[in-house]
C-alpha cells in the first residue's frame, strides 16, 4: 500500500481524533461501572471470540484488568503533551469530546471545575492553532441519567438540550465545529439489539425508541447551537459501512443490501433532515453481503482487529452521504478513519490510500474539508479494551510515556497542505 505524498486543497483540516472516556482516565460513569462488572467475562469469552493468530499476539485480551479503562491513558493531566506532539506532527486541526459525566455529575447541577477544564483544553489548542473539533457526546453517560433509563429515559432529548447549551454558551468563543453525537447507529445496535454494550438489551422495539431520542436529541442540540452563535458549525458523526451485494445482479442480494442500508447508513439523515451544516463521517468497514447477513469479504489485507482493510470503501460512503443529504457542496469532514496495528506496518499506508480516495472525490466536485485519523494515541477501546493499537502515538502502559510512531513520521513528510 505505497503512495507517493499527498497535496490536499487550501484550507483542509488535517489531523486526529479521540473520545474523553478512551483517553482521559479517572472517569466515573455508566461505562466504567459495567467495565468492572463484565471484565472477567470478556476475558473468559477471547478465546472464542478472537482468532487464534489474534490470541497469539495479543495475549492481554485474557487478562480482566484489559477492560478496565481505569486511568486510560491519562490525557486529562497531560493533554498538553499530547497536543504539543500533534503539533509536531503538522495537524492543523483535532476531534475531542467533552465528559457528560464530569460537566453534569448530578442532576441539573453543573461542575465548574470541569467546565474550566475544558477552557483550558481548548484554550491548550488555540495557542498552537489547531482547529478544535468538539463532541458533545461520545457514549458515556453521568450515572444518574444511567438510572433514569440512558437514552431510553423520557427526557433524555431535554437532558442533551441543557447540556448543549451549557456548553455552547460557555465555549462560543473557543469552538467553531461541533459534531452533537458521535456514531448513534452503533452505539443503538450495540447496547439494544446486540447486547454487547451497556444496557446489554437486544429489543428491536427498544433500539427503535434509542434510535428516534438520539435523533430527536440532535435536532434539540443543532437548533440550540445555532441560536447561541449562528456562525457556528454543527452536525454529527455518522459511522457509515460501504455495503454491496455479494453478487451484484442477485436482487435478494440487493435487497439486503438496500434494507441494510437504510438502517444503518441512511435513516439518521432522513430523521434530523435541515439539520447539519456539515457531514461528519466515520469509516471502517467494508461488507459484502448475501441473503444470510454473512460478509463475503475477501480480506486480502486486514488490521489486528480482523477488519478488512478497502479504501475504496471512504470514496463511495462520501458520495453515498452527501445524496442522502441531497446537496453536493455540503461540507464533508471525515472525523473517524484509522487502524489498530501494533507493528505500525500498515498505518502510513493505510492513511495514504484513503486520502487518495479523499482526493479522488474531491476532484469530481465533492466539498471534502477535513480529515481526522482515529486515533491520535492509543486507547481504551470499549469491550476490547487496551489490546488494539490505533495511535499514532504509542503509549506505554506501565509508564505512560509517549513515543511517536515511525508511520506518524512518515505521514507528516508524505502529507502536504496547499498554501
Given amino acids: 500500500m505505497q503512495t507517493k505524498k499527498i497535496v490536499l486543497p487550501k484550507g483542509f483540516l488535517w489531523g486526529a481524533s479521540s473520545s474523553s472516556h478512551q483517553v482521559e482516565g479517572g472517569n466515573k460513569n455508566d461505562w466504567t461501572v459495567w467495565e468492572k462488572k463484565n471484565a472477567k467475562r470478556l476475558a473468559g469469552e477471547a478465546p472464542k471470540k478472537w482468532e487464534n493468530w489474534q490470541q497469539g499476539n495479543f495475549p492481554e485480551m485474557f487478562r480482566p484488568e484489559n477492560y478496565i479503562s481505569g486511568q486510560a491513558v491519562d490525557h486529562y493531566r497531560r493533554f498538553e503533551e499530547d497536543f504539543d506532539l500533534a503539533k509536531e506532527l503538522s495537524h492543523n486541526a483535532h476531534r475531542l469530546s467533552l465528559e457528560w459525566s464530569r460537566i453534569e455529575p448530578r442532576k441539573g447541577v453543573f461542575d465548574e471545575r470541569a467546565l474550566r477544564h475544558y477552557g483550558k483544553v481548548l484554550k491548550a489548542l488555540q495557542a498552537k492553532n489547531i482547529e478544535p473539533f468538539v463532541t458533545i457526546w461520545h457514549w458515556t453517560l453521568p450515572l444518574w441519567l444511567s438510572k433514569e433509563g440512558g437514552i431510553l429515559a423520557e427526557h433524555f432529548p431535554a437532558y442533551f438540550e441543557r447540556l448543549t447549551e451549557t456548553v455552547a454558551k460557555r465555549f462560543k468563543k473557543q469552538v467553531r465545529f461541533w459534531i452533537t453525537i458521535n456514531e448513534p447507529s452503533i452505539v443503538v445496535s450495540n447496547g439494544y439489539l446486540r447486547g454487547a454494550w451497556p444496557p446489554n438489551k437486544k429489543c428491536p422495539r427498544e433500539a427503535n425508541r434509542a434510535f428516534k431520542n438520539l435523533a430527536m436529541s440532535h435536532n434539540l442540540a443543532y437548533d440550540k447551537i445555532k441560536s447561541i452563535d449562528p456562525t457556528a458549525q454543527a452536525g454529527l458523526a455518522n459511522n457509515m459501512i460501504f455495503l454491496e451485494p455479494k453478487y451484484r445482479f442477485c436482487v435478494v442480494d440487493q435487497a439486503i443490501v438496500m434494507a441494510y442500508r437504510h438502517f444503518a447508513n441512511e435513516r439518521i439523515y432522513k430523521l434530523t433532515a435541515g439539520k447539519h ?43 453515498e452521504a452527501v445524496k442522502c443529504a441531497g446537496k453536493k457542496d455540503i461540507p464533508v ?87
Fill in 333 to 419: 469532514y471525515i472525523t473517524e478513519n484509522g487502524l489498530a496495528d501494533r507493528s505500525d506496518e500498515k498505518r502510513s499506508g493505510f492513511v495514504l490510500a484513503h486520502l487518495k480516495q479523499t482526493k479522488r472525490a474531491i476532484k469530481e466536485g465533492y466539498n471534502v474539508k477535513g480529515y481526522f485519523y482515529w486515533a491520535l494515541t492509543d486507547n481504551f477501546e470499549w469491550d476490547k479494551g487496551f489490546w488494539p493499537r490505533f495511535g499514532l502515538i504509542e503509549i506505554d502502559r506501565n509508564s505512560q510515556a509517549r513515543k511517536i510512531r515511525k508511520s506518524a513520521l512518515d505521514l507528516k513528510e508524505k502529507v502536504r497542505i496547499s498554501k
Fill in 277 to 319: 451544516d456539515f457531514l461528519g463521517l466515520n469509516y471502517y468497514f467494508h461488507q459484502k453481503l448475501r441473503f444470510t447477513l454473512k460478509n463475503y469479504n475477501e480480506n486480502k489485507e486486514v488490521t489486528d482487529l480482523g477488519w478488512e482493510i478497502y479504501p475504496e470503501g471512504l470514496y463511495r460512503i462520501i458520495k
